[in-house]
């Protein structure tokens, strides 16, 4: 039985609290928030037999073996480290830093305390996704030339000190959504020989949306992310032989098509929950063999992928000002 705990009580940990119910021999025993009230109601709702009022008190505590934390992007960093300082394996929800010196500094610590670390990119164990990166692998579509993936909502309504809008919280689309369209090309293409990346902002000083191009030996992946506009996320891999596209929103997605000479077939794979699971399945795997990363999503894969977002970043005129 793996124990976790969940630091912070937003969206994102509710949406996992329930997938974590789905997973058998996982077991959701600790919260943790900065109020009391919130973290109690939380640990009712979703029956955790702990409640704490700060994190500190659920890292110093013994009932639970990995953290899962779901915080704002400007808390990842230093809230991993303390919990890896007591002994804690740690699921960090993306981006795992907000820049490749916070992801070295967790990576140093997980190797110092020996504790399994993992970014929580939960898109990567989608069978959706497992499957269309097996089939181009397998040269399906043949040689790919052409990668398109966006990632957009509409955004500029909310509250402006909240973490979408707010500078002081890393907010913008490219660390909250544009890291999935650009973890989809590195995942099918790798790293990119160039990057080209250009910026639009909202007055609060965040980025509200971004447009990039992946340069690759044979192909090229044309990216988006934005907070201005509702967009299709329908991803499209074409290659010499044929196309595919995952669909709507492909991040989180249970079929694709495929489009091969003149015809067209749709293949679904049905999820478990909301698609959570899979990578706390995946956690599990790696605590309970002794494995202290994941071979699917691995330590170098985080640092090749902060890598770009570090670049768009720099390319773009995206900085925040505690960076300054």
Not at 95 to 105: D, F, Q, T
Not at 170 to 196: E, H, N, Q, R, W
Request: hydrophobic share 40%; with cysteine.
């Amino acid at each position: 039985m793996i124990r976790w705990g969940i630091v912070g009580a937003g969206n994102i940990a509710h949406s996992f609290a329930k997938d974590l119910a789905l997973v058998a021999d996982n077991r959701l025993c600790a919260v943790a928030s900065r109020s009391l009230n919130k973290a109690s109601e939380f640990a009712q709702t979703y029956g955790a037999e702990h409640a704490f009022g700060s994190y500190e008190e659920l890292f110093k505590s013994d009932v639970l073996d990995v953290v899962y934390i779901a915080t704002p992007h400007t808390s990842h960093a230093d809230l991993s480290i303390r919990a890896m300082d007591h002994n804690k394996h740690v699921l960090c929800e993306k981006p795992m830093g907000i820049n490749s010196a916070e992801v070295k500094l967790m990576l140093d610590k997980a190797s110092e305390k020996k504790v399994f670390l993992m970014e929580a990119l939960w898109t990567r164990f989608n069978p959706t996704i497992k499957k269309v990166k097996q089939l181009i692998a397998d040269g399906e579509i043949g040689t790919v030339a052409y990668l398109k993936a966006d990632f957009a909502f509409y955004g500029l309504d909310r509250d402006e000190s909240g973490r979408v809008l707010n500078p002081h919280l890393a907010g913008g689309s490219v660390l909250d959504i544009g890291i999935y369209p650009m973890f989809l090309s590195y995942l099918l293409l790798g790293m990119p020989k160039k990057i080209t990346a250009q910026a639009q902002f909202y007055k609060t000083g965040v980025e509200s949306q971004t447009a990039m191009i992946f340069e690759y030996e044979n192909a090229q992946a044309l990216l988006f992310s934005g907070l201005a506009s509702n967009s299709e996320m329908k991803a499209e891999i074409a290659g010499s032989s044929g196309t595919l596209f995952i669909n709507p929103r492909w991040h989180e997605a249970s079929s694709y098509v495929l489009e091969k000479e003149g015809n067209s077939e749709l293949f679904t794979l049905e999820k478990i929950g909301k698609g959570y699971t899979y990578e706390i399945t995946e956690v599990a795997n790696c605590i309970n063999t002794g494995r202290l990363e994941s071979t699917l999503w691995s330590h170098q894969n985080t640092r090749d992928l902060c890598t770009l977002l570090d670049t768009v970043r720099e390319k773009a005129g995206i900085r925040f000002p505690f960076e300054l």
